[in-house]
Nanobody, 119 residues
């Protein structure tokens, strides 16, 4: 069973920065990785994603402020969050996804880490 463990959340003032980390057990390099978030009363939304080949995409609300990166040697994906706004307050979840040649899809989630942006 693949384990996905996030860390790095916390309380930060508006305009501040945080870096989230997510460590994945197993063969990390074959997974596409994503960061999602869910605020109270809202649906879970994509924040940023990075493929096994390194291609990135971002949610519109975080473009230019957040950066996703991965270190395959450390089995870790990062989310650097700058210029944080109160609207970024949410539980942030890490996702590992891959599709096998058979067509089966494998999808794993972490337990989430709370990010609160408040003065």
């Amino acid at each position: 069973q693949v384990q996905v463990v996030e860390s790095g959340g916390g309380l930060v003032q508006p305009g501040g920065s945080l870096r989230l980390s997510c460590v994945v057990s197993g063969t990390f390099s074959i997974y596409a990785m994503g960061w999602y978030r869910q605020a109270p009363g809202k649906q879970r939304e994509l924040v940023a994603a990075i493929t096994s080949g390194g291609s990135r995409n971002y949610g519109d609300s975080v473009k230019g402020r957040f950066t996703i990166s991965r270190d395959n040697a450390k089995n870790t994906v990062y989310l650097q969050m700058n210029s944080l706004e109160p609207e970024d307050t949410a539980v942030y979840y890490c996702n590992a996804n891959r599709r096998a040649l058979s067509g089966n899809e494998y999808n794993y989630w972490g337990q989430g880490t709370q990010v609160t942006v408040s003065s």
